[in-house]
Each structure stands twice: as C-alpha cells, then as structure tokens.
C-alpha cells in the first residue's frame, strides 16, 4: 500500500486526495501521502466505511491539526462525525456490518426494526397532519378563516394555531396525545361540517 501511493504522481495524488476528502491546499505532498496511506488503512484495514471517512474529513477542514498528533485530531473528527448521525443510522450501520461478519444477533435485527417502524408511524402521522392542514387551510396556508360547528372554535383556533406555529417542524416539535387527538377530530369535524366564512 504505501508503496503504490510512493509511486503517485503529484498532481495523481492531488486528485486521489481530493476525491476522499483528504486537505490538498497548502499542505506538502509529504503530508498527502501521510495522509492517503492513514486513510487507506483506516478503511482497508480497519473497515471503516469511506462515507465515514469523507465526513471526518469535512468536520476537518477548518480546524487546524496539530502536527505533533495528527492522529489524535484525526480520531476526534472521526467521533464528531459519528456523533453528529442519528442512531438510528449508526444502528442500522453496526447492524449491517455484523451482518457481513457473521455476527448479528436477534436483538440487534429486531431493534433496527422497532426503529424503522416508529420512524415510518411518525413519517405517517406527519403525512396525515399535512392532510389535514391542507384540508383545513388549503394549498395556500392559512389565508381563509373558518368556524366550525359544536362549540369547538376555542380548541380549534388553539390548534390551528398551534399547526400555524409549528407547521413544517413538527418533528422538532412534538405533540401531546391530547393534541393530536385534537387535530385528528378537527380533521374529522372539517370533513363533516367545517366551513368556510
């Protein structure tokens, strides 16, 4: 290995550097090649996948390294890379590489899973929240008032409000049960009775 990236050409090795991430811009060609061979040995060695390594790279780029341990900084932008994924992607990872090892248990399958389905109930539950905005409100958002029949005007403006001020992010910004189940009868109340004034 560290003699095919001995044998690169400098503008080679610029490319190759480049296309993984690897800092090229006022940096020696000494230090590329360091740089190229730690690289290939984290993911030909260690089986770390380059899609990990191109993104400690980045977390990389504006920090300064010290020389002296530049395998430290190295590993530090590693985890901040790991840390900055879901867990459910870092799951899904450790899963599939267990897989290919031979070593993945039941439990690790079946946690992956419970995780793709609440994933998936959620990514529902936002679909149907969306329907129901654009039922109550139209394609336009929020324009056009309604009033709405049985005394809920109060619980509907609350709600509606509420829908308004959290619109898109509601997955930052999660609801109570009761809220839900609000939205779920204004949902119902709209397709029975809702109309516009």
């Not at 740089?35 to 977390?59: E, G, M, Y």
């Not at 029949?149 to 999660?174: C, E, F, M």
């Amino acid at each position: 290995m560290k003699e095919g990236v001995e044998s690169l050409t400098l503008r080679d090795l610029q490319q190759i550097c480049q296309s993984r991430g690897i800092r090229t811009y006022g940096v020696s060609p000494a230090r590329m090649r360091h740089d190229l061979i730690q690289w290939l040995d984290l993911h030909i060695n260690h089986n770390v996948p380059p899609t990990l390594l191109i993104l400690s790279r980045a977390f990389q780029m504006n920090q300064k390294i010290a020389v002296e341990d530049p395998l430290k900084g190295k590993a530090e932008a590693l985890q901040a890379t790991l840390s900055a994924l879901p867990h459910q992607a870092v799951n899904e990872a450790q899963l599939r590489i267990s897989e290919a090892e031979g070593s993945a248990t039941y439990k690790q399958k079946l946690d992956v899973l419970k995780e793709q389905e609440e994933l998936i109930a959620d990514e529902l539950e936002q679909e149907e929240v969306g329907a129901c905005w654009v039922g109550l409100w139209g394609e336009g958002g929020g324009s056009s008032e309604f009033s709405l029949a049985r005394g809920k005007q109060h619980d509907a403006q609350y709600v509606l409000g509420r829908l308004w001020s959290t619109g898109p992010a509601i997955n930052k910004n999660p609801w109570s049960e009761d809220e839900k189940g609000n939205v779920r009868a204004l949902c119902g109340a709209h397709a029975g009775g809702v109309q516009k004034t």
